[in-house]
């Protein structure tokens, strides 16, 4: 059951109530000056310092990002005939791209590496007036500020006390970034490139040593020679007995034009014999001729890998290109026409409003020591307090 207040109590508390307001009255009266002065003071020491500081400017860009791309692995995919060669290139479809292409690229414009190359390109050393790459490094990492939004836009800001030096900064991130793509391999396409380069230099070496093997036998056992001799005798002598079957059809065997023909299908005979023998064709052909063969396989079977690691090379280098061209390039950096800070009227309004505070809580700090000194109980206690830390400053 709830129990009303006495008319006298209320009295009471409102009567406390007004006391307490009037003691914090009290106190804004007793440290008026305190309570202007302190502003004042840190209003002017903040304004000094704010119009000793010189104005900066930004300037800002935006980029977009390239896609990855995928049309070397979609060319392999449609040559059917070579399937299995590009199976063993390793360069099948589905690979796998780069997820967070934004991230990265954001991680790499914040780099020690892009920082080195902007600090040894616009000489910064000279402009934060430092010889350390450290110290360049944290200066050019506080004047620039890197966001990537949603709709897969790259913003890009740089601070300098030089509106056109800002600008120069801004875009020159930028032109880093395009200069440095394809030496750091950022994009798919890029990655595909390495590989097809690799490939394309174990196929050439394939190539090679396939030739050099065929060589050495060509010269060894004389095989191409002959059997391209033999190939032509024997294609003659086959020609020269069409002609003299057609001849026996209305001439007989003493007529002139047949006897020549005889006489021309003999000497072919004589000629392929010589070749055979002289060569020792006959004799080397069960074990020569297969490995002429197997050769000749390998070597065909080497330049259709070496063709195809050709046609995934260049591709993979037309793709890397466009891949690096394709950094659209948005808005690029202007030199700003207004400065972006520092906002001095704002830095003394809340440097006058933070001392103003302060203040207070000095004023009543200082009330509070005083009304406790006056008060016995609490003046004792004090000295207590003081007692104890005079003693263990002694001790230490």
Same mark, same amino acid.
């Given at each position: 059951?709830? #129990? ?50 010189? *104005?900066?400017? #930004? ?23 070579? $399937? *299995? ?8 479809? $589905? ?6 292409? *934004? ?16 600090? +040894? ?74 590989? %097809?380069?690799? &490939? ?9 040593? %396939? ?10 056992? $004389? ?7 033999? #190939? ?34 003999? *000497? ?15 004799? +080397? ?30 591709? %993979?280098?037309?793709? &890397? ?76």
């Amino acid at each position: 059951m709830l #129990t009303q207040k006495m008319p006298e109590e209320q009295t009471i508390a409102g009567r406390d109530f007004e006391i307490n307001l009037l003691d914090v009255a009290i106190v804004f009266a007793k440290y008026l000056k305190l309570l202007i002065a302190l502003p004042v003071i840190t209003g002017l020491i903040t304004g000094i310092l704010a119009f000793r500081s010189p *104005n900066f400017y #930004t300037a800002d860009t935006t980029f977009l990002p390239p896609k990855q791309a995928s049309s070397v692995s979609s060319m392999v995919s449609s040559l059917s005939s070579l $399937g *299995n060669i590009s199976g063993m290139l390793g360069m099948g479809g $589905g690979s796998g791209g780069l997820s967070g292409a *934004n991230e990265i690229y954001v991680a790499v414009l914040k780099s020690r590496y892009m920082q080195d190359a902007m600090i +040894k390109r616009f000489k910064l050393f000279e402009v934060y007036h430092t010889k350390s790459k450290e110290s360049a490094r944290m200066a050019l990492a506080e004047q620039t500020e890197i966001k990537t939004s949603k709709d897969g836009l790259i913003s890009l800001q740089v601070s300098d006390t030089n509106p056109n030096r800002a600008a120069l900064l801004a875009n020159g991130y930028v032109e880093m970034l395009l200069e440095k793509n394809n030496d750091l391999a950022l994009s798919e396409a890029s990655q595909r490139r390495l590989f %097809a380069e690799k &490939e394309f230099l174990n196929a050439k070496d394939r190539l090679s040593d %396939a030739e050099i093997s065929l060589k050495k036998l060509q010269e060894n056992t $004389g095989l191409i020679t002959v059997g391209s001799q033999i #190939t032509a005798l024997q294609a003659m002598i086959k020609s020269t007995e069409r002609q003299l079957a057609e001849m026996s059809v209305y001439s007989t065997p003493n007529n002139p034009d047949y006897i020549k023909t005889r006489q021309k299908l003999n *000497n072919l005979q004589a000629e392929i014999g010589k070749a055979q023998q002289g060569s020792g064709y006959v004799s +080397k052909a069960p074990e020569k001729v297969l490995d002429f063969m197997r050769k000749t396989r390998d070597l065909k079977y080497a330049e259709a890998i070496y063709q195809l690691a050709l046609q995934q090379l260049t591709l %993979a280098k037309v793709d &890397e290109s466009k891949a690096a061209a394709s950094i659209q390039v948005v808005d690029r950096a202007v030199v700003p026409e207004q400065k972006a800070g520092p906002s001095r009227s704002r830095s003394v309004l809340v440097a006058a409003i933070a001392g103003f505070f302060g203040a207070i809580v000095i004023a009543f700090c200082i009330e509070a020591y005083q009304r406790v000194k006056q008060d016995t109980e609490s003046a004792s206690q004090l000295e207590t307090i003081k007692s104890y830390l005079r003693w263990n400053k002694v001790q230490s």
